[in-house]
C-alpha cells in the first residue's frame, strides 16, 4: 500500500505573481509548448540588418497611418481655403488637399506625424531593396526559400505601388501630376487598359472618385495584404532556420548566433528604438512633401522640377528617355509604345527577371538540395556581375528622371542629358557587368594566392644567398576554412547529340541549359587541390622553423627562382 504525504501548508513556498500569470495563459493558450521559440538561434552580421529596418520602419507607418486616419477627409469635393496658412487663403481647393493643410498648420504634431509617416515609407521601400540585394548576391534563394524569396518581391512590389498610392493622396499640383501620368500608363494597355482606368479612376482623371479609391486601397486593402504576407514570411524564416555565412563549425545542418531570449530580443528592441529615433530625427529636422508650397491639383498647370519619390524616378525616368513613338492597328486601334514600352514592358520584364531568378539557377544547375550557407558575392561572379549590371540600369534610369533639374543645376543641354540616358541603357550596365565580374574574379585570385602563399606581413628576410624577401605567414584556421569550404561550380558539359545511332530527343533544351550553365559557371577559378594545400602547408612548415629551401626564392612568395643567382 502506498501513501502520499502532503507538505503542511506552513512549510509551502509561495508561487510569484509572474508564474501564476504564466500559468494561466498556458491553461489557456498553451504558452508553455512554444518554449522552443525561446532557444531559437539568430546568427549575427550586419546585412541582416536590412530586413529589420524595413520591418521596424512598416510599424512606424502603421502607427503614425492610424493617427492620420483621424484627420484626413479623403473627398474631392470643392472648397475655399480659410486656414492659417496666408499664401493660399481664398483659394479654391479640394477637401482632401485642405484637410491637409489642416494636419500641417492646425493639428498639434499634424506636420511631424506626416514628415514621419513619408520618411518611413521611404526609409522602409529603400531598406527592402537592400534587403532583396542581400538575398540576391548571397544566394539565400535557393531551396528551400524560393517561395519565401516570391513573397518578399511581392512585398517590394506592393509597398512601392503602396508608397505612391499614399502619395497621392494630399491632392496637391505634385502629387495630381503624378496620377495624370498613372492615367495615361493605365490607358495605354492594350484591351484592358480603359477598363483598368475606370476601376482605379472611376472615369475622367481628376474626376471625383480617385482620391477616396486611392484612400481606401492606401488603409485597408494594400496594408491587409503586406501585414499577411509579412506574417507568413517571418513563419517561414522561423521555419526553414536562418542563413549563416561559411565559416568554423557552420554547416548546412546548424545555426550558429544568438538565441531569441534573451540575447536578440535585447538586441533587436534597442535596434527598434534606434530606427524609430532615427526616423523621428529626420522628421523633426529634414522637411520633405511640402504640400503647401505645391499648391493644390489643377489639370492645366505643371511645376518645373517635379519629381516623384525616390522608388519611382526609374519610371518617370524610362518615360522621358522614350522617344514618341505609335503605330495603328487595323480598325483604327492606336499603339503607343512611347508609353507602354518604357512604362509596362520594361518594368515588366525587370520584374519578371528578378522574381524567376532562384527557378532559372535551380533549372540550369539542376542542383535540389537545401542550402543553409551563404555565397560570398565574389564566390559567384556571373550571378554579382548581373546583380550590379540590374542596379546600375535601375540608376541611370533614376537619374533619367532629373535631366530637367541636372540641365539646370549644371548647366547642361537637357538633350544631351536624355541622349546620354538613351545611350547609357545600353551600355552602362553592359560596362558594369565586365567590369564587377573582373573584380570578383581577381579577388576569388587573390583569395587562392593567400592560401596557397599566405598573407603579407611587411616583415623583410634575408635569404642564406643574399635575396630579400617578404614574409607570408598562413592565415589563421577560421579564416583558411572560409575559404576553402565554398561552393566549387562548374558548368554542365555539352549534350551528346545522338546516342547509339538515336538522335537525342531532348537535345534543345540540354543545349539552351548547357549554355545558360557556361554563362554562370564559365571560366570560374578553381579552389586549391588537395595536394596544392599540403605542399603550402609543408612550406609554412619550413618557414616557420626558419629552413627555407637553400639556394632558392622562398617558396611561399610563388615567384620563380632569380636565374642570375645560380
Given at each position: 500500500m502506498s501513501t502520499t504525504e502532503r507538505v503542511p501548508h506552513s512549510e509551502r513556498t509561495a508561487t510569484s505573481r509572474g508564474e501564476r500569470v504564466a500559468d494561466w495563459a498556458d491553461g489557456r493558450l498553451g504558452i508553455y509548448s512554444f518554449r522552443f521559440l525561446i532557444r531559437k538561434v539568430f546568427p549575427d552580421h550586419w546585412s541582416f540588418m536590412?530586413?529589420?529596418?524595413?520591418?521596424?520602419?512598416?510599424?512606424?507607418?502603421?502607427?503614425?497611418?492610424?493617427?492620420?486616419?483621424?484627420?484626413?477627409?479623403?473627398?474631392?469635393?470643392?472648397?475655399?481655403?480659410?486656414?492659417?496658412?496666408?499664401?493660399l487663403q481664398g483659394v479654391q481647393m479640394s477637401q482632401a488637399y485642405s484637410s491637409t493643410l489642416d494636419i500641417s498648420f492646425e493639428v498639434r504634431g499634424g506636420l511631424f506625424i506626416r514628415q514621419l509617416h513619408h520618411w518611413s515609407a521611404l526609409i522602409m521601400i529603400g531598406a527592402l531593396c537592400l534587403h532583396t540585394m542581400r538575398h540576391f548576391f548571397t544566394g539565400s534563394?535557393?531551396?528551400?526559400?524560393?517561395?519565401?524569396?516570391?513573397?518578399?518581391?511581392?512585398?517590394?512590389?506592393?509597398?512601392?505601388?503602396?508608397?505612391?498610392?499614399?502619395?497621392?493622396?494630399?491632392?496637391?499640383?505634385?502629387?495630381?501630376?503624378?496620377?495624370?501620368?498613372?492615367?495615361g500608363v493605365t490607358l495605354a494597355i492594350p484591351l484592358v487598359g480603359t477598363y483598368l482606368q475606370m476601376f482605379l479612376f472611376g472615369g475622367e482623371f481628376p474626376g471625383t472618385d480617385v482620391i477616396?479609391?486611392?484612400?481606401?486601397?492606401?488603409?485597408?486593402?494594400?496594408?491587409?495584404?503586406?501585414?499577411?504576407?509579412?506574417?507568413?514570411?517571418?513563419?517561414?524564416v522561423f521555419y526553414h532556420k536562418h542563413t549563416q555565412f561559411r565559416g568554423p563549425a557552420r554547416t548546412e545542418k546548424n545555426v550558429i548566433g544568438q538565441p531569441l531570449m534573451p540575447h536578440y530580443t535585447a538586441k533587436a528592441g534597442g535596434f527598434f528604438f534606434l530606427v524609430t529615433g532615427v526616423l523621428a530625427m529626420l522628421a523633426g529636422i529634414a522637411q520633405i512633401n511640402p504640400i503647401w508650397t505645391y499648391g493644390p491639383y489643377r489639370p492645366d498647370q505643371i511645376s518645373q522640377g517635379s519629381q516623384p519619390d525616390w522608388y519611382m524616378g526609374f519610371l518617370e525616368g524610362s518615360l522621358r528617355a522614350m522617344p514618341a513613338s505609335e503605330f495603328t492597328l487595323w480598325g483604327g486601334y492606336t499603339v503607343n509604345l512611347g508609353v507602354i514600352l518604357p512604362a509596362v514592358v520594361l518594368p515588366g520584364l525587370m520584374a519578371g527577371v528578378l522574381a524567376m531568378w532562384p527557378f532559372l539557377e535551380a533549372w540550369v544547375t539542376g542542383d535540389t538540395r537545401e542550402h543553409h550557407l551563404l555565397d560570398r558575392p565574389r564566390d559567384h561572379p556571373t550571378r554579382t556581375a548581373f546583380g550590379s549590371a540590374f542596379i546600375v540600369l535601375y540608376m541611370v534610369l533614376f537619374f533619367g528622371g532629373a535631366n530637367d533639374i541636372l540641365a539646370e543645376r549644371f548647366h547642361l543641354s537637357l538633350n544631351?542629358?536624355?541622349?546620354?540616358?538613351?545611350?547609357?541603357?545600353?551600355?552602362?550596365?553592359?560596362?558594369?557587368?565586365?567590369?564587377?565580374?573582373?573584380?570578383?574574379?581577381?579577388?576569388?585570385?587573390?583569395?587562392?594566392?593567400?592560401l596557397l602563399h599566405g598573407r603579407e606581413t611587411g616583415r623583410i628576410k634575408r635569404l642564406p644567398h643574399g635575396e630579400f624577401v617578404e614574409v607570408h605567414?598562413?592565415?589563421?584556421?577560421?579564416?583558411?576554412?572560409?575559404?576553402?569550404?565554398?561552393?566549387?561550380?562548374?558548368?554542365?558539359?555539352?549534350?551528346?547529340?545522338?546516342?547509339?545511332?538515336?538522335?537525342?530527343?531532348?537535345?534543345?533544351?540540354?543545349?539552351?541549359?548547357?549554355?545558360?550553365?557556361?554563362?554562370?559557371?564559365?571560366?570560374?577559378?578553381?579552389?586549391?587541390?588537395?595536394?596544392?594545400?599540403?605542399e603550402a602547408l609543408t612550406h609554412f612548415d619550413h618557414s616557420a622553423n626558419g629552413h627555407p629551401e637553400p639556394g632558392a626564392q622562398h617558396p611561399v612568395e610563388g615567384r620563380e627562382p632569380n636565374p642570375e643567382l645560380h
Open positions: 536590412f530586413g529589420e529596418i524595413s520591418l521596424y520602419s512598416f510599424i512606424m507607418l502603421l502607427l503614425t497611418g492610424v493617427w492620420l486616419t483621424l484627420f484626413f477627409d479623403p473627398s474631392m469635393s470643392e472648397t475655399v481655403y480659410h486656414g492659417s496658412h496666408v499664401p534563394f535557393r531551396k528551400p526559400r524560393e517561395v519565401n524569396w516570391l513573397i518578399g518581391f511581392v512585398l517590394l512590389v506592393l509597398v512601392t505601388l503602396e508608397g505612391f498610392v499614399g502619395y497621392s493622396l494630399p491632392d496637391d499640383l505634385l502629387s495630381g501630376t503624378g496620377l495624370r501620368i498613372a492615367e477616396p479609391r486611392f484612400y481606401s486601397i492606401h488603409i485597408l486593402l494594400i496594408p491587409g495584404i503586406v501585414v499577411a504576407l509579412v506574417t507568413v514570411h517571418l513563419i517561414l544631351a542629358i536624355t541622349w546620354s540616358v538613351r545611350i547609357g541603357i545600353f551600355v552602362v550596365p553592359v560596362l558594369t557587368y565586365m567590369v564587377a565580374r573582373r573584380i570578383c574574379l581577381g579577388l576569388l585570385r587573390r583569395d587562392k594566392d593567400k605567414e598562413r592565415l589563421d584556421r577560421g579564416q583558411e576554412y572560409a575559404l576553402l569550404s565554398r561552393e566549387a561550380y562548374e558548368a554542365l558539359p555539352a549534350p551528346a547529340p545522338e546516342q547509339d545511332g538515336v538522335p537525342n530527343p531532348h537535345l534543345r533544351k540540354q543545349m539552351l541549359r548547357h549554355r545558360f550553365s557556361r554563362w554562370l559557371y564559365g571560366g570560374q577559378i578553381a579552389k586549391p587541390t588537395a595536394q596544392e594545400m599540403r
